[in-house]
């Protein structure tokens, strides 16, 4: 397939995709939640942690 190609779906082949959180501890689908929760899901930020152990190994070469 090149670039110039594009996939199209119709409705009917379309599968739906559950989407599922963890909320106090356990996991639940979005879609259980009441209106205002899952209006509360949508504006959630996320956000990707970095690796803290190479700053860890730089600060003890440094010290020593």
Not at 20 to 46: D, L
Request: hydrophobic content about 30%.
């Amino acid at each position: 397939m090149n670039q110039q190609q594009v996939i199209q779906l119709n409705d009917a082949e379309r599968t739906r995709c559950e989407v599922w959180t963890r909320v106090m501890g356990y996991h639940r689908p979005v879609s259980a939640f009441n209106t205002g929760k899952q209006s509360e899901h949508q504006e959630r930020i996320y956000f990707s942690e970095q690796p803290r152990l190479a700053a860890c190994c730089q600060m003890h070469r440094d010290a020593a």
